[in-house]
């Protein structure tokens, strides 16, 4: 069973700093590109970071410089260190993969992001 499991969200104030957490099982972890997405209140869900299998990575320019993506291929797990956090960067977090064609969500978790 494929199945993503995020963690680490929370409530931050403007300027801190969080560590999101995406453990992955029932597939071929270390072949695939995994991402972190996010969706405000209202708003699309949007690409946050990605990171392929060997390591190359990209970001959405509102998190150049702030957001790192890594991955621990003996942990199956993706990470997303977040600093320097804006209030406009309040939004579910969601890891997501594809498999066979089709996306693949995991439950989300919430970031706060206060003023």
């Known amino acids: 069973q494929v199945q993503l499991v995020e963690s680490g969200g929370g409530l931050v104030q403007a300027g801190g700093s969080l560590r999101l957490s995406c453990a992955a099982s029932?597939?071929?972890?270390?072949?695939?590109?995994m991402g972190w997405y996010r969706q405000a209140p209202g708003k699309q869900r949007e690409l946050v970071a990605r990171?392929?299998?060997?390591?190359?990575?990209n970001y959405a320019e509102s998190v150049k410089g702030r957001f790192t993506i890594s991955r621990d291929n003996a942990k199956n797990t993706v990470y997303l260190q977040m600093n320097s956090l804006k209030p406009e960067d309040t939004a579910d977090y969601y890891c997501?993969?594809?498999?066979?064609?089709?996306?693949?969500w995991g439950q989300g978790t919430q970031v706060t992001v206060s003023s």
């Open positions: 990171i392929t299998f060997d390591g190359s990575t």
């Open positions: 997501n993969t594809e498999r066979f064609g089709r996306n693949v």
């Open positions: 029932g597939f071929a972890f270390t072949l695939k590109t």
